[in-house]
């Protein structure tokens, strides 16, 4: 270890505290340097720092991430002390404060909410080759893995809920699919090249909107207009091709008060897992004028269009063990003219551009008004394989293309066709927000409007050597028809979602205490349109509304400058999705379907002194009536059948802790802990059905007490950031998972006798490496950052599905990845 030694001559001391000019909160980790020299330190935990300067006059520069440097001369005499006193920087940004009210940001030891903030410059030192959701692994209660391992098909958990029960804002704008609640994380790649800060709330957060988020919020606020006038270019490569090049510029703020930043990138691969090879672009505008003291506004618009091929089946752990890829292998792919291609469930391409303009009105000092007209225009699906199976297995357990095709020439007819599974959507919004300050309370009201196409169909986009290919799924189509590429078949519908909804909160905020109330209501009405299993004059179905509503509140109490104590709870019921509403993709409405209902409680206590923030909390929630559909296989008529399963009721209880430590003023120390006891309450009846709504069967599943899957309950993390040498920052994480259950179908546990839970997985530990230095080129700022992720090279099941006997044997899995890298190297101008 090497250290830093300061001058032995004549010193005095200067003293002082930097806070973010906006929202007057601590800077953490800035930069306080003596221009000319390599005398410098960092402010601590509450913003302060001491630095040792010599004695004479001094220019001193103050610079964080994502802030706009100052500097300040200063004369400091032998032995003297000197207080700056607090110093506000002010963020690279045009409004970036706006969209942080509008956004419903929450604040240390005054918003009573469990959060963690991710910030710009743990963004670019840690993310390296990781995709969004795995930036968030080291937060308590979060659980993110790669998935099925293709190109942003990551997925992550919160509490043990999945991205349909989290609320996803970007820039204050929902994002979650308007039919399922999902968001799928390759549509929204790009953003890793423009995040400005990450804010993850658990529990029900302190959203005014009316969102899904059973288990908490996400609110990913971009960079919008930089202030300042350059930009950055950045180039890497990383482990199994991975080769990136982006670039970001601005105008700065123009003397007639326009701001234009633009950033793009492309990130090509061949991928870690076989056959997994992705070309990916990103692109983002942003447009600002300020118009006078007390109007702006702003248009945004960024999209990630991509393709990748990935894998969409789990295999046994049997299967990975003894095929000569190993963990790496891949079922849904073969090779086709020379090339990895993907089979059923083997390709993805999508492109879901967003847009917004946004109108901020200072209407005085006490009142402002936020509207922001968006939406959002997609295109694109996933690769099937249809007909009278998927494409042959080849003796090496990869897709045999070559022998497909020539039975389909032979035959005349494709016995197998491929074609893309379409899910693209117009969705157009409007979200207008009223600030009021009255003294120490704050008085907000909205009204959030919503209106969303979603289409779906199957397209044929190759008939793999045939010259035809037969499908009698449409009514409206006379049988035998033969069809051809571009032909739509298997089904075609819309689904059409309309929403309208008020929200109100009052905030009341001193020094010592603070508390909020917000309530929402809102009318969300759903219609299908089918074209295939109706005929023309019955194919809209029947108009289904829901109110939903919520209330919650919560209150801080700081007692005294360094602790504090918060509590909040609330209620709310959500609308069934848009699949639980109508039976099997038809227009039968389930008469079942019911309003879930959500009661959570969040109990926290906060310490926060100069080297130390610690975070401690325990947390309720009891989802009630949850409902599903599942689709069932029985193996020996081979037909698929609709599961209505109402009703499920799930527990999800657990305590959090997170740590951040300055043992000294180059280290950074974080620590986590988050273990929950989630578990299903009750056995539940359901029906399940044939393909014409006719009941099969009455059944009941018996869950009760089984431990929910498809998260570790059990997750622990410590992370070392230490600046070793001026400029060089070396950082380490270690992240360990437990008490992960395979995740499982309910229609599959019908069996009274078989009450145990599902498998669950071995505990994994993974050690993370990653690196930055900076250095000058010329007059420009220059870095180079490196991630090394399981270094060790650890053989860890990241997830599982459930088996007949609850065993390692007859589950399905995938591995996580072994160790994987990338570098890069960033020139800001």
């Known amino acids: 270890m090497l250290l830093n030694v300061t001058a032995l001559f004549a010193q005095g001391?200067?003293?002082?505290?930097?806070?973010?000019?906006?929202?007057?909160?601590?800077?953490?980790?800035?930069?306080?340097?003596?221009?000319?020299?390599?005398?410098?330190?960092?402010?601590m935990i509450d913003g302060s720092y001491t630095l040792d300067v010599p004695a004479q006059t001094n220019t001193l520069q103050f610079s964080y991430l994502g802030y706009i440097n100052q500097?300040?001369?200063?004369?400091?005499?032998?032995?003297?002390?000197?207080?700056?006193?607090v110093i506000a920087l002010a963020p690279n940004?045009?409004?970036?404060?706006?969209?942080?009210?509008?956004?419903?940001?929450?604040?240390?030891?005054?918003?009573?909410?469990?959060?963690?903030?991710?910030?710009?410059?743990?963004?670019?030192?840690?993310?390296?080759?990781?995709?969004?959701?795995?930036?968030?692994?080291?937060?308590?209660?979060?659980?993110?893995?790669?998935?099925?391992?293709?190109?942003?098909?990551?997925?992550?958990?919160?509490?043990?809920?999945?991205?349909?029960?989290?609320?996803?804002?970007?820039?204050?704008?929902?994002?979650n699919d308007m039919e399922s609640g999902k968001v799928y994380w390759s549509n929204w790649a790009g953003l890793n090249d423009v995040l400005h800060s990450v804010q993850v709330q658990r529990g029900l957060g302190a959203s005014r909107l009316a969102l899904s988020s059973v288990g908490g919020t996400k609110n990913i606020i971009t960079i919008a207009t930089e202030a300042e006038k350059g930009g950055s270019a950045y180039v890497g490569i990383g482990n199994d091709g991975r080769v990136k090049q982006s670039f970001t510029a601005s105008t700065g703020?123009?003397?007639?008060?326009?701001?234009?930043?633009?950033?793009?990138?492309?990130?090509?691969?061949?991928g870690y897992i076989k056959g997994t090879s992705f070309d990916a672009y990103s692109y983002f505008l942003n447009v600002s004028k300020i118009i006078n003291d007390d109007h702006r506004i702003s248009f945004t618009a960024f999209g990630a269009p991509q393709w990748h091929n990935q894998r969409g089946w789990k295999s046994s752990i049997e299967t990975l063990r003894n095929h000569r890829d190993g963990k790496r292998y891949n079922p849904n792919v073969g090779v086709r003219d020379g090339k990895w291609y993907g089979a059923g469930y083997g390709y993805n391409e999508y492109h879901k551009p967003q847009m917004s303009l946004n109108h901020y009105w200072n209407i005085n000092e006490t009142m402002m008004l936020s509207t922001a007209l968006y939406a959002s225009f997609s295109q694109g699906g996933g690769r099937r394989m249809d007909g009278d199976g998927d494409v042959a297995v080849g003796?090496?357990?990869?897709?045999?293309?070559?022998?497909?095709?020539?039975?389909?020439?032979?035959?005349?007819?494709?016995?197998?066709?491929?074609?893309?599974?379409?899910?693209?959507?117009?969705?157009?919004?409007?979200?207008?927000?009223?600030?009021?300050?009255?003294g120490n309370m704050k008085i907000t009201g909205g009204f959030d409007g919503r209106y969303y196409v979603g289409e779906h169909y199957k397209e044929i986009t190759d008939l793999l050597g045939g010259q035809y290919f037969l499908d009698d799924n449409n009514v409206n189509r006379p049988d035998n028809t033969p069809l051809v590429e571009g032909d739509r078949y298997?089904?075609?519908?819309?689904?059409?979602?309309?929403?309208?909804?008020?929200?109100?909160?009052?905030e009341y905020t001193t020094e010592q205490y603070s508390a909020f109330l917000t309530a929402t209501i809102s009318h969300k009405n759903y219609t299908r349109i089918d074209y295939f299993n109706y005929t023309p004059d019955n194919q809209e179905s029947e108009s289904l509304g829901f109110t939903p509503w919520s209330v919650k509140g919560g209150f801080n109490y700081n007692i005294n400058e360094k602790n504090n104590v918060y509590l909040n709870g609330g209620y709310f019921t959500r609308s069934p999705f848009f699949r639980t509403a109508y039976l099997n993709y038809t227009n039968e409405v389930n008469k079942d379907a019911k309003y879930?209902?959500?009661?959570?409680?969040?109990?926290?206590?906060?310490?926060?002194?100069?080297?130390?923030?610690?975070?401690?909390?325990?947390?309720?929630?009891?989802?009630?009536?949850?409902?599903?559909?599942?689709?069932?296989?029985?193996?020996?008529?081979?037909?698929?059948?609709?599961?209505?399963?109402?009703?499920?009721?799930?527990?999800?209880?657990?305590?959090?802790?997170?740590?951040?430590?300055?043992?000294?003023?180059?280290?950074?120390?974080?620590?986590?802990?988050?273990?929950?006891?989630?578990?299903?309450?009750?056995?539940?009846?359901?029906?399940?059905?044939?393909?014409?709504?006719?009941?099969?069967?009455?059944?009941?599943?018996?869950?009760?007490?089984?431990?929910?899957?498809?998260?570790?309950?059990?997750?622990?993390?410590?992370?070392?950031?230490?600046?070793?040498?001026?400029?060089?920052?070396?950082?380490?994480?270690?992240?360990?998972?437990?008490?992960?259950?395979?995740?499982?179908?309910?229609?599959?546990?019908?069996?009274?006798?078989?009450?145990?839970?599902?498998?669950?997985?071995?505990?994994?530990?993974?050690?993370?490496?990653?690196?930055?230095?900076?250095?000058?080129?010329?007059?420009?700022?220059?870095?180079?950052?490196?991630?090394?992720?399981?270094?060790?090279?650890?053989?860890?099941?990241?997830?599982?599905?459930?088996?007949?006997?609850?065993?390692?044997?007859?589950?399905?899995?995938?591995?996580?990845?072994?160790?994987?890298?990338?570098?890069?190297?960033?020139?800001?101008?």
């Not at 500097?71 to 006193?85: A, F, H, N, R």
């Not at 099925?148 to 609320?167: M, P, V």
């Not at 703020?253 to 061949?270: C, E, H, I, Y």
């Not at 298997?490 to 009052?506: E, M």
């Open 13 to 43: 001391k200067v003293t002082g505290k930097l806070i973010d000019a906006d929202t007057n909160e601590a800077l953490i980790g800035a930069a306080i340097v003596v221009e000319g020299t390599s005398i410098g330190t960092i402010t």
């Open 71 to 85: 500097t300040k001369e200063i004369m400091v005499g032998d032995g003297q002390t000197k207080d700056l006193g």
């Open 93 to 175: 940004t045009v409004g970036i404060n706006e969209v942080l009210v509008v956004s419903a940001i929450a604040r240390d030891r005054e918003t009573p909410v469990a959060l963690s903030n991710i910030k710009p410059q743990l963004i670019e030192e840690k993310m390296g080759s990781q995709e969004f959701p795995e930036l968030l692994k080291s937060t308590p209660s979060v659980y993110a893995t790669k998935g099925g391992g293709g190109f942003g098909d990551s997925r992550i958990t919160l509490r043990g809920f999945d991205s349909n029960n989290i609320g996803v804002l970007i820039n204050g704008v929902p994002v």
């Open 253 to 270: 703020l123009l003397d007639n008060n326009w701001a234009v930043t633009v950033s793009g990138a492309r990130t090509q691969g061949d």
């Open 395 to 438: 003796p090496d357990g990869y897709r045999d293309f070559d022998t497909t095709i020539a039975d389909n020439v032979a035959s005349g007819t494709s016995n197998v066709v491929e074609g893309l599974s379409v899910n693209q959507h117009n969705w157009y919004g409007v979200l207008s927000t009223l600030t009021k300050t009255v």
């Open 490 to 506: 298997s089904y075609h519908n819309d689904g059409i979602v309309k929403w309208a909804g008020l929200f109100g909160q009052v």
């Open 596 to 829: 879930e209902r959500v009661l959570s409680f969040d109990l926290g206590y906060g310490y926060t002194s100069r080297r130390l923030n610690v975070k401690f909390g325990a947390y309720y929630t009891n989802w009630l009536d949850k409902g599903l559909v599942r689709t069932f296989y029985d193996p020996n008529s081979g037909d698929d059948f609709a599961a209505n399963i109402p009703g499920l009721n799930a527990l999800h209880t657990g305590v959090e802790l997170e740590v951040t430590w300055k043992p000294i003023n180059k280290m950074d120390v974080h620590g986590m802990f988050s273990l929950g006891e989630w578990i299903w309450q009750d056995d539940v009846d359901f029906t399940l059905l044939d393909d014409d709504q006719n009941v099969i069967g009455e059944y009941k599943a018996y869950l009760k007490d089984v431990h929910v899957g498809n998260a570790a309950q059990l997750t622990a993390a410590v992370g070392v950031n230490y600046e070793v040498l001026p400029k060089l920052k070396l950082g380490f994480d270690i992240n360990h998972y437990g008490k992960n259950f395979a995740d499982f179908n309910p229609v599959n546990r019908t069996d009274a006798n078989d009450t145990s839970d599902s498998w669950q997985l071995p505990d994994a530990t993974i050690l993370d490496l990653n690196f930055r230095y900076g250095f000058k080129i010329g007059s420009l700022d220059a870095s180079i950052y490196g991630n090394v992720n399981n270094l060790l090279n650890v053989d860890y099941i990241i997830d599982a599905e459930d088996g007949a006997d609850h065993t390692a044997e007859s589950a399905l899995v995938y591995y996580g990845f072994g160790t994987t890298w990338a570098t890069g190297l960033k020139i800001n101008f």
